[in-house]
C-alpha cells in the first residue's frame, strides 16, 4: 500500500460529515459499522490504484499528480463493488459485512450511487495540475469504461440462465465486464504522467487500452480458477458461483464434454441456488477433462498478444518489462 496514495484519498473523501460518507469509509476501510476510524484499509488491495500508480512510475519519476486519478478509479470500483454486492447477494467483502448486509439494500444502491459520483468529482478537483484537454479525456475514458462494464454486466446476467454460452461471448463478455476497469485504470496512469500534454498519442493509448484489459481479463479468469484450485474460496467468489453466475470452468465442460457431463451441469445450474456439493462436482468433472491445458492456453496466448504490442510503444527494455509485470503479475518476463 502506497500510505501517502491512502492519505490523499482518505483527505478527499473526509471532507463531509454527512451520514452517507460514514458508510463510504466503512466500505474503503477507514471506518467500522458504528463510525470509528478503523485500520481496516490495511488488509484491502487497491488493485486498481495501484495500477493507475504503477503505470505512471513506468512514464515519469513523479507519480503524486497521478493521485486524483487513483483515487477516482478506486471509489468507482468501490461504486461497482456495493452494487453487485446488492445484486449477487454476496454478504461479505474483503473479510466482513458488505454494505448492504450491515445497512439493508437500499441503503447499499444508495452508497454505490454516491461513490460513483464521488469517483467522478476526484477528476475535477479544483487544484488539479492537469489541463483541461486532458481531464475531458479522463472524463471520456471513465464514462465509457463505465459503460462498457454495465454492457458487460448485462451479458452477464443474460447468460446466467442461459444453457449454454459460446466460449467466444463468453470471453467477450469477459472483457467488457472485467476489462473495463482494468483498461480505465491503464489509460489513467498513462496520461497522469504528463499534466502538461495537450496532444495525447492515440494510438499509444489503444495499446494501453488493450493491455489493461487483457489485465483484467487474465484476473478475472485466475480468480475463477480458485474454484478449483483453492480449498478457502473466498466468499465473494463462492457467492458469484452459487448465484448460477457462468464462469470459464463451466463453459468450457458445456462446450467441450461429453453428454453425461453436459446432462450432469444442466441439471446443476436448474438448482434455484448451487451449494458446496455442486461445487465439488464441477471441481471433479473440471479435473477429468483437458480444462486446465485449456485455460493455460488461453492466458498463454494472452501474454504472447501482450509481448508482442508493448513493443509498438517504443520503450526501453525495462519499462517494457514493467509494464508486463503490471499486465501480468503472476508471469515472469
Known amino acids: 500500500m502506497n500510505n501517502e496514495f491512502e492519505k490523499y484519498m482518505s483527505e478527499f473523501v473526509n471532507v463531509n460529515e454527512v451520514d452517507l460518507y460514514r458508510i463510504i469509509k466503512y466500505q ?3 471506518g467500522d459499522e458504528f463510525g470509528n476510524d478503523s485500520s481496516y484499509s490495511k488488509d484491502i488491495n487497491r488493485i486498481y490504484s495501484s495500477i493507475v500508480l504503477e503505470i505512471c512510475s513506468v512514464f515519469s519519476d513523479d507519480i503524486k499528480p497521478s493521485y486524483q486519478f487513483a483515487t477516482s478509479i478506486e471509489i468507482l470500483a468501490n461504486s461497482w463493488y456495493v452494487h453487485e454486492d446488492v445484486q449477487t ?4 467483502r474483503n473479510g466482513r459485512s458488505s454494505v448492504w448486509w450491515a445497512w439493508g439494500p437500499a441503503q447499499g444502491i444508495n452508497t454505490g450511487d454516491g461513490l460513483h459520483a464521488l469517483a467522478r468529482l476526484s477528476l475535477l478537483e479544483n487544484n488539479s495540475k492537469f489541463n483541461e484537454t486532458l481531464l475531458l479525456k479522463a472524463l471520456s475514458i471513465f464514462d465509457s469504461s463505465y459503460l462498457t462494464l454495465c454492457e458487460g454486466e448485462n451479458l452477464d446476467i443474460d447468460y446466467q ?3 449454454l454460452v459460446s466460449e467466444e461471448k463468453f470471453m467477450n463478455m469477459l472483457k467488457k465486464r472485467s476489462g473495463s476497469l482494468s483498461s480505465c485504470a491503464f489509460q489513467f496512469g498513462y496520461i497522469a504522467s ?5 496532444n ?8 494501453i487500452k488493450e493491455l489493461g484489459e487483457i489485465s483484467g481479463v487474465v484476473r478475472e479468469l485466475n480468480s475463477q480458477n480458485l474454484i478449483i484450485d483453492s480449498r478457502n474460496l473466498p466468499t465473494e467468489i463462492f457467492h458469484k458461483f452459487s448465484s448460477k453466475k457462468k464462469n470459464i470452468i463451466t463453459t468450457y465442460l458445456l462446450n467441450n464434454s461429453d453428454i453425461s457431463t453436459k446432462r450432469k451441469i444442466g441439471e446443476m445450474y436448474l438448482k434455484r441456488v448451487l451449494e458446496v ?11 477429468a477433462s483437458n480444462y486446465k491445458d485449456y485455460v493455460s492456453n488461453l492466458i498463454s ?12 510503444l517504443e520503450l526501453s527494455d525495462n ?3 514493467k509494464i508486463l509485470t503490471t499486465v501480468l503479475p503472476y508471469e515472469t518476463f
Open 28 to 30: 474503503l476501510g477507514w
Open 89 to 92: 447477494g454476496i454478504t461479505e
Open 161 to 163: 440462465e442461459a444453457p
Open 194 to 198: 504528463d499534466p502538461s500534454i495537450s
Open 200 to 207: 495525447i498519442n492515440e494510438k499509444k493509448l489503444g495499446i
Open 277 to 287: 456439493e455442486d461445487l465439488e462436482a464441477l471441481k471433479k468433472e473440471a479435473l
Open 301 to 312: 496466448d494472452y501474454k504472447s498478444r501482450s509481448l508482442e504490442i508493448v513493443n509498438d
Open 319 to 321: 519499462q517494457n518489462k
